[in-house]
């Protein structure tokens, strides 16, 4: 006996692509954080906060039984962006009271306490647009329910932990001299963001010398969107390479049970004789009940996955 059709192989490499893009979703987060922070102690920060979400949502998930799975993976891979943009405007806060003069401590304290409300804010309106995949019915809610309910966990621990965790690790490890400290890399980096910000600028001046034009252009972009969304094409779930064809053969209803499997018999092995098949089952009967035919190919056919 050998298994003729093996569906979990696609699902056990389509898990491994996903949790792959979530390692380099962590890491590329990382990255353009020191890219944009040209710090190091400023870019561990957030750099933690990023596996102590997802260990947390770990947790939740452990808690309400849910599996690890494409549509959780690919919810925390999402919640990867969430999840550092909380401690970011955390550290930008305090950091601009440190630049400032103030002890680390008391500029951790201050710009904690006026950036918490807008932490939760954002917090709680990220979580909203979640709820109504939580009242989904049939099968797509099912399907969505883990997908909402790990999303939302993972960025409410990541506002838990960037209001408390995050402006600790600001207290301990930013200070005057750190944030000032550059090498060759912050200074480069420094130069070239400044002429990106020069010319967005001009480019921001333009927009608003020309209201109308850019009015124009914004409802061209809304019109176009709805255009596009009526015409793609829409279904369950995107078509992908399984490994698998199906087919069908209609013969007239006075064809006998005999007569309709040899004929079977026949395609089957003008099938088999692709050398990109490596397998091939058949039946005869709408219900697949009464199995009328199952080939494999020799020993000294040549095969290949189809």
């Known amino acids: ?56 949502t770990f947790a939740v998930m452990v808690f309400l039984d ?67 995949l939580l009242f989904m019915g049939d099968i797509v809610g099912r399907l969505f329910r883990e997908f909402a309910v790990t999303l939302a966990v993972a960025i409410l621990i990541s506002a838990v932990v960037s209001l408390t965790l995050t402006p600790m690790m600001c207290a301990r490890m930013l200070s005057h001299e750190s944030l000032r400290k550059q090498n060759r890399f912050s200074r480069a980096s420094e130069r070239f963001f400044e002429r990106v910000i020069a010319v967005y600028g001009r480019w921001l001046s333009r927009v608003l010398n020309h209201p109308w034009l850019t009015l124009g252009v914004a409802l061209s972009t809304l019109a176009l969107s709805i255009i596009l969304w009526v015409f793609i094409p829409k279904g369950f779930f995107p078509i992908q390479d399984n490994g698998i064809i ?8 006075s064809v006998s049970f005999a007569s309709m ?15 990109a098949v490596e397998s091939l089952t058949s039946f005869v009967g709408v219900d697949g009940t009464k199995p009328g035919a199952e080939q494999r190919p020799s020993a000294d056919q040549p095969q290949a996955a189809g």
Do not use: C, H
């Open 1 to 56: 006996m050998q298994v003729l059709s093996d569906r979990t192989t696609n699902i056990r490499a389509s898990v491994r692509d996903t949790q792959f893009e979530l390692m380099l979703a962590i890491a590329l987060v990382v990255m353009i954080i020191y890219l944009f922070l040209r710090n190091v102690p400023a870019t561990i920060i957030p750099g933690v906060a990023v596996p102590l979400s997802l260990v947390g």
């Open 66 to 132: 849910f599996s690890i799975n494409n549509l959780t993976l690919m919810a925390l891979t999402i919640a990867t962006g969430f999840v550092v943009d909380d401690a970011i405007v955390v550290i930008e806060n305090i950091s601009r009271y440190i630049e400032k003069g103030e002890k680390p401590l008391a500029a951790a304290l201050k710009g904690a306490g006026e950036i918490g409300f807008t932490i939760i804010s954002l917090t709680f309106s990220l979580i909203a647009v979640l709820i109504p």
């Open 246 to 253: 199906q087919g069908t053969l209609q013969a007239p209803q």
């Open 261 to 275: 499997a040899e004929r079977q018999r026949q395609v089957a092995s003008i099938i088999l004789k692709d050398p």
